[in-house]
Structure formats: C-alpha cells, structure tokens
C-alpha cells in the first residue's frame, strides 16, 4: 500500500516537473504569437552558449546562429531571464524612435544590483535622468571640451606616452585604463591615485567582464569580485563625501562640489544617489576608452596605409600652425577627420557592449516573411487585419518583456557594411548621415546616447595625435582576441612604444 502511495506521489511529481519545464520552454504570449527562438534550461536558460569563447573580432556564434536559425528577432533566456533579441536596423530604428513611448530603460540584473537600479524605470524617475544627463553634459560636453578639458587632455597623453616610452614595453589595454579611470576620477572628485590608500582603476578593471558573467555571488567568481569591489568604492565615495561635509567651507571645483551644492535644492541626492552615480561616472571611463585605443593601435600596426594617412593628417596638422609646439585648439581636432573615421571603423569593429537594453511597456507588434523581413505595426488590430495573409507570420513582444537591441549585429552585417571583418578606416568617407544613424550605435541613441561620446572621440583623437605624430610602436606579442561575448584580449597588448627621435 506504501509503495503504491509512493509511485502515485511520484509520478504526480514527474507529471508536474514535466509541465513546469513544458511552461518554461513555451511562454505564452496573450495578445500574438511570440518571436521563435529557444528558452534553453530551466534556471540557466541559454546563458551557457552565450559564454562560451569566440576567437574572433566576428559576431558571437550565440547570436549569429539565432539569426540563421531563427531570423533577425527571436527570444531567448539569459540567466534565467526571458528577454527578446533584435538584429534588424530598421526595427532597432523603430525601437529607439519610441524609447520613453513604447519602450523604457532596462538593466540586465547584474547591472541592477552594481548600479543601484531595480530593473524598473519608475515614472517619477524621469527628473532624475534628465538632471544626471545634463549633468554630464555640462562637465564632459562640447563646451567643457572647448573651454577646459581638450588642454588637459593633451597634457595628460603627453605625460603618459612619455612615461609608455620610458619602459621596456608595456600592454596598452590595462595601462590606458589606468590613465583613463584616474583622469576620470580626478575631474569627479579630485581623485589623486598617490595620496589615495586604494588603486581606483584596479577596483574598475575586468569590471565589464564580472557584470556579463553569471551572476553567481560566491567567492571566486568573476562576479563576486565584482560585487567585493564596487563596495570598495562607495565606501571610498562615502568617506569623501563626509570629509567635505565636515569642511564645507573646502571646494575643489569639481564635480562633486557642484553636486554637492545642489543638493539643497533636488531632494534626491541624498548621500547615497550621490555616491552611486559618482560610481556609475567612473564606470563610463573604466573599460570602452582603454579597449578602443588598444584596439586602434593594434589595428593600425597592421594596416600600414591606415598608419601612414593617419600620420601625414596629423603632420598637416602642426604644419599649419603658427607654433607647433603650441596646444591643440578646437578647430585642430575638428580637422581630424580621418582620425574619426578610424575611431569610427575600430568601435565597429570592437563592440564592446553587448548592445542596449529597453524593456517593452506595451505589446509590440510585428510581421515576418520566412522570418527576414519585418513589418512593425502600432496597433493590435491593424496587426491582426494585415497578418491574415498566410505570406507573413505574426509576432508580438509582450508589455513586460526585455529587448536587447544587438548592435553589434548590424555593425557586422555584411549588406550594411562591405567586407564587415576588413578594418576599412575609408568606408567612413562614402556613408550618409542617415545611414549612421540607423546603423552605427557604439554610444546609444537620440537622447538618451551616453552624454560621453564627445568627450571619448576627443580623448582618443588626442592621444591618437600625440602617438603618431612623436612615437613609433612595435608589437612585442601576438595579440589574442576572443568573444565570451564580451571583447577580451588573453595575451594582453604588448607594445613597445619608442620616441621618434631615439
């Protein structure tokens, strides 16, 4: 009788674990039918293929085999998170056009918990981005560039090439995030990494990496560094903070200060707003910058007519001024044009960023013909009358559900850009403006792009300058590139980097 009762229990069990993992793998969708694609394991979903090393600048085999499989927009679960994938430009384009209307700011959970976020943008949240944006704006915009920072940009890639040179070699990537991070953290809080009792930029580097790992909390993940490291910092950020409110009389004139000032007047920077967005600034400098430029020096080495045009721009450069030895102006940097256009092709090509995530806030409604072409529809009804032809499928993105906007899949789309794996600094020349917009989103998009772009390509423009037109440089080792499916670099970049008058 007990081992009957026994079977019956477990069979009810298997009945109902079969059926729970039945429900994990078709979602239901209310309104349509959603995206086709694959949820993987219950839990993990399919966060293991998306992990696995790519050696290769190309698109991550996790994303390119969606596609073939199942067309430019399919869904998957990453960690155990449903979310929905695009890599079609015209609906990324639709998409973007509509953040704040049909879409808002998303965080993978990860992000969430390191930056404060809960996953959700609330609606009174609204204020409070446009103060953080314009913030930025007004510290690291055009008219901080023009007026302030260009200067000490220029001063800053002097020293540090002239400190690069002093060595017997030197990996490009982790150094040109320490100067990057310090100067970052100086013109937030006055940062000073000799007098500081912790390495800032330690604490930021490998940060990229730790917040796309699986987010395991034990010790000896990638993750957990991460989480053991981020709370170094906004203790750092705290006893700062309770120095200057201690002397408030003490300004240093920067950041801080101003916010510090303002404070009075926006109820929501409290200490603990304050310390995280401090926190989320420095993120900007901790990983894009360094990576671009080691990965534009690395590009250039072996692209020898892309060095020798880049050099004879910057040699026109000093020729037409008056005192070459004078600092570099606004108009110099606005007469780099090839130098951008090779920042341009190296971000392409580098992807640092897996892409930018929005969250649906109401169903979304499209079509596709054999899973290629897509038609957006801005109403369920007309959704429903135009899909009755059995040409198109019908599909919908449900209220609720999370949208990774694949720009690396357009950036590597071989009929928007010819040859996508070819460093090609002079495709920048022929592309119209129009067409950038829709498909070159290394910074985001419209309003809400990272309020950093200029102050990046002015960063990067200045040491790219300074490098070619005093330094020569040659690898010491080979460099390894791998996907995982952030762009990482194994061996490092090993440069020796020599004065050109030695």
């Not at 002239?162 to 070699?169: D, I, L, R, T």
């Not at 917040?211 to 560094?225: D, E, V």
């Not at 004078?326 to 951008?340: C, E, G």
């Amino acid at each position: 009788m007990l081992s009957a009762g026994l079977c019956v229990v477990a069979a009810l069990l298997v009945i109902c674990v079969t059926h729970w993992i039945y429900k994990w793998r078709n979602p239901k969708c209310k309104n349509g039918v959603l995206p086709p694609g694959s949820m993987g394991l219950p839990f993990i979903g399919e966060t293991l293929s998306l992990i696995i090393p790519s050696n290769s600048l190309a698109l991550h085999p996790f994303i390119k085999k969606r596609i073939e499989r199942y067309g430019p927009v399919f869904r998957t679960n990453v960690a155990g998170r449903s979310l929905i994938v695009t890599t079609d430009p015209e609906f990324n384009y639709f998409i973007m056009q509509r953040d704040g209307k049909l879409v808002e700011s998303w965080y993978l959970d990860a992000f969430a918990k390191v930056f404060a976020q809960s996953g959700e943008i609330k609606p009174d949240t609204a204020h409070i981005h446009k103060y953080v944006r314009n913030t930025a704006l007004r510290w690291f915009g055009m008219e901080s560039l023009k007026d302030r920072l260009l200067p000490q940009i220029e001063v800053l890639a002097k020293k540090t090439l002239a400190k690069w040179a002093s060595k017997e070699s030197i990996d490009v990537k982790s150094e040109a995030a320490t100067v990057s991070i310090d100067f970052g953290a100086q013109q937030l809080f006055s940062y000073n990494p000799e007098k500081s009792p912790e390495q800032i930029s330690e604490l930021f580097k490998d940060l990229i990496q730790g917040l796309m790992s699986f987010p395991l909390n034990i010790p000896g993940t990638m993750y957990h560094k991460c989480i053991k490291n981020h709370k170094k910092v906004l203790d750092m950020m705290r006893v700062e903070l309770k120095e200057r409110r201690m002397s408030p009389d003490s300004r240093r004139g920067d950041l801080l200060d101003h916010i510090m000032k303002e404070a009075d007047n926006e109820k929501f920077l409290t200490e603990e707003f304050i310390v995280q967005l401090m926190y989320s600034l420095i993120f900007v400098f901790s990983d894009s910058l360094s990576t671009t430029l080691a990965l534009a020096v690395t590009l250039l080495d072996e692209h020898p007519l892309a060095l020798q045009e880049l050099i004879a721009e910057h040699e026109t450069i000093l020729k037409n001024k008056e005192n070459p030895n004078s600092p570099l102006t606004w108009n110099d940097y606005k007469s780099m044009t090839f130098t951008l256009q090779v920042i341009n092709e190296t971000l392409r090509l580098a992807n640092i960023s897996p892409g930018l995530f929005r969250k649906a806030t109401e169903d979304i409604q499209f079509k596709g013909t054999n899973h290629r072409k897509l038609a957006i529809y801005v109403s369920y009804d007309h959704y429903k009358r135009l899909t009755n032809n059995n040409i198109f499928v019908g599909y919908t993105i449900p209220a609720g559900w999370p949208i990774l906007i694949a720009a690396p899949a357009v950036h590597l789309n071989s009929t928007k850009f010819e040859d996508p794996l070819s460093f090609n600094p002079w495709r920048w020349k022929e592309l119209q403006s129009s067409f950038i917009t829709k498909s070159f989103m290394p910074f985001g998009f419209g309003l809400k792009q990272c309020a950093g772009a200029e102050y990046s390509r002015v960063l990067l423009s200045t040491f790219l300058h300074t490098l070619v037109s005093k330094y020569r440089w040659t690898k010491v080792k080979d460099v390894k590139f791998v996907r995982a499916p952030i762009l990482k670099f194994p061996n490092g970049f090993q440069f020796k980097i020599s004065a050109k008058n030695n």
